[in-house]
């Protein structure tokens, strides 16, 4: 470990808070659907994508009406981009003259991209055209990412209101969020990013010679574009196979920090933004310091362990830390602390391979995951999540000091804390049992490149990625085949929607109730006491999933290593 990258960490949380406020502001002015300076440019496109969808914008929907709407946006969404992977050979915009992307590799791939999770079981620039890359994938990167955010605002209005029937409307939240607050940022981030030497062209390939006087074909497209939304919506789909770690997605110490705090963002937003709509931004405070001292701790072992090196090979007279699958132009602690940022959101993006980290080093990019994804977490859905995980902590300390269950002025009663059981059990429940399948059956089996230990975890990581929605991979895994596409597709929709309807259901239930006074019984919900309490109980959930797994994965790797076995 080095001053510079200590450094790096400090720098990076610095900005990060800076930027809490600000995009916090924004989000809530979007949230109550109130006037932005872009509106006098865009307001006139709002009004009317309206007129011509005959959408009511002031319509207030039930969370049944609500959860209906974005069920069948996403799976129309879901169709096209499979109708257009399938048929990509006979559509226009594809330089390279590509063929049909497979039927189970469209399933797969169009799932990966509508459930936010933008898992590849491909490689970018020898599968997809750029008319497939454009309107099939980054399509979604916009509308799964809008999706989230309006999903976060319905369950801040179930907290927020007061006796009320609906929690909002669907599609007016998708199209504030799109065209006042992804549609602009995008713009600005993919004109640095072009600044920086990230292509932006319909080329297909270039043909270049090489320093040694060899041909050389590079691969072009319209990079930039989808770079930026890439980041920004925490989705993580690489235009190139090696992703954030390609110098035509990620070129520059800059662009990787830039990249990093995309990854942020919202999601630290929209914990300011939740405190305003409940009108108590100090709620808002103490849910983002239990998030960032998950984060710190989560990062601070990440670079320990990659700072320190494979044992074995300090045996073997080769000392320093491990700069294996690491870009030399970022380093350690620039490649420990996006492996981290990217698991910690639901974003996926790699500028390192995760599969050649140390044992225990990528021990917590995984855990990260199999948290919930709610350190940060996704745009949306990482606050949504930590509010299911609230609503447990109140019910407990409840039942532990006898005070009333309430959380910012609702009663927690018995239908909130079942309906958040069922919603954050998908989790381990799925990882472990599509695991389970993985790893006993031929065809789940041929998949590892390893074997033992670490071909378990290659296993272990791929589902818990797809499950949490997250897309990052041990990349040791062969996934695209019939098996694999299938089982991690299935696994992506069940972790996304199945988590987002008893959500939903928890937003309808608490907007029905009254607000309740805080009084001498309730249990204090802003204070270190209360932080520490969610930072306890996220740990403790996330263990039904991280502790059953943990022996036969990381740490048999660990021992593995320290036994001088080369993995």
């Given amino acids: 470990m080095t001053f510079q990258g200590w450094l790096l960490i400090a720098v990076f949380t610095g900005i990060l808070l800076a930027l809490v406020k600000p995009i916090g502001l924004w989000l809530f002015a979007l949230y109550e659907g109130r006037r932005t300076p872009l509106h006098v440019v865009l307001g006139p496109v709002e009004r009317g994508f309206y007129r011509l969808s005959g959408i009511d914008p002031d319509e207030d929907q039930s969370w049944r009406r609500y959860a209906v709407h974005m069920l069948i946006f996403n799976a129309a969404l879901m169709l096209l981009t499979y109708v257009?992977?399938?048929a990509q050979a006979l559509l226009p915009l594809n330089p390279l003259g590509l063929g049909a992307v497979s039927d189970n590799l469209a399933f797969n791939t169009a799932i990966s991209?509508?459930?936010?999770?933008?898992?590849?079981?491909?490689?970018?620039?020898?599968?997809?055209?750029?008319?497939?890359?454009?309107?099939?994938?980054?399509?979604?990167?916009?509308?799964?990412a809008a999706t989230g955010i309006a999903l976060a605002f319905a369950l801040f209005r179930g907290f927020a209101r007061r006796s009320a029937t609906g929690i909002g409307n669907f599609w007016a939240d998708v199209t504030r969020v799109t065209l006042y607050l992804l549609l602009p940022l995008s713009i600005v981030l993919a004109v640095f990013y072009i600044a920086s030497g990230v292509p932006q062209t319909l080329a297909g390939s270039v043909d270049i010679a090489t320093l040694e006087g060899a041909k050389q074909t590079l691969a072009l497209g319209p990079v930039a574009s989808q770079e930026a939304i890439k980041m920004l919506g925490t989705n993580g789909g690489g235009f190139f196979n090696a992703n954030s770690a390609h110098p035509f997605e990620?070129?520059?110490?800059?662009?990787?920090?830039?990249?990093?705090?995309?990854?942020?963002?919202?999601?630290?937003?929209?914990?300011?933004?939740?405190?305003?709509?409940?009108?108590?931004?100090?709620?808002g405070w103490a849910i983002l310091a239990a998030m960032?001292?998950?984060?710190?701790?989560?990062?601070?072992?990440?670079?320990?362990?990659?700072?320190?090196?494979?044992?074995?090979?300090?045996?073997?007279?080769?000392?320093?830390?491990?700069?294996?699958?690491?870009?030399?132009?970022?380093?350690?602690?620039?490649?420990?602390?996006?492996?981290?940022?990217?698991?910690a959101a639901s974003c996926g993006a790699v500028n390192a391979m995760h599969d050649s980290f140390t044992a225990l080093g990528g021990m917590i990019p995984l855990f990260n995951m199999q948290l919930g994804e709610?350190?940060?977490?996704?745009?949306?859905?990482?606050i949504y999540g930590f509010l299911l995980f609230a609503i447990l902590a109140v019910f407990v300390a409840g039942l532990m000091v006898g005070r009333t269950p309430e959380y910012v002025g609702k009663k927690i009663e018995s239908r909130e804390v079942k309906l958040s059981v069922l919603a954050i059990a998908v989790l381990p429940l799925c990882i472990l049992g599509m695991s389970a399948i993985a790893s006993i059956i031929p065809a789940g089996l041929a998949g590892p490149l390893n074997k033992g230990p670490h071909g378990f975890s290659e296993i272990l990581y791929a589902f818990t990625s797809a499950v949490a929605n997250n897309g990052s991979a041990f990349a040791g895994l062969t996934a695209n085949t019939p098996f694999y596409n299938g089982m991690l597709g299935v696994a992506m929709w069940i972790?996304?929607?199945?988590?987002?309807?008893?959500?939903?259901?928890?937003?309808?239930?608490?907007?029905?109730?009254?607000?309740?006074?805080?009084?001498?019984?309730?249990?204090?919900t802003t204070g270190l006491l209360w932080t520490g309490l969610l930072i306890g109980i996220v740990l403790i959930v996330g263990g039904l999933t991280f502790l059953p797994s943990l022996a036969l994965g990381p740490i048999a790797d660990h021992l593995a290593m320290i036994r001088g076995q080369l993995f």
């Fill in 84 to 86: 257009v992977l399938r």
């Fill in 113 to 144: 991209f509508g459930a936010n999770t933008n898992w590849q079981s491909y490689a970018g620039e020898s599968t997809m055209s750029n008319l497939s890359q454009m309107l099939g994938l980054t399509i979604h990167n916009f509308l799964s």
């Fill in 250 to 283: 990620n070129p520059t110490a800059l662009t990787d920090l830039v990249q990093m705090l995309s990854i942020f963002a919202i999601g630290v937003g929209l914990t300011y933004c939740f405190g305003k709509a409940v009108g108590n931004t100090r709620q």
């Fill in 292 to 343: 960032m001292t998950l984060f710190l701790a989560g990062t601070t072992i990440a670079y320990w362990q990659e700072a320190a090196g494979n044992p074995v090979l300090h045996g073997l007279g080769l000392p320093g830390g491990n700069m294996e699958g690491k870009e030399v132009r970022f380093g350690i602690a620039a490649s420990s602390l996006f492996s981290v940022i990217t698991t």
């Fill in 374 to 382: 709610v350190v940060i977490g996704g745009v949306g859905a990482g």
């Fill in 495 to 524: 972790g996304r929607f199945f988590i987002i309807i008893p959500m939903l259901a928890v937003a309808g239930g608490l907007a029905a109730k009254k607000h309740t006074p805080e009084s001498a019984g309730s249990f204090p």
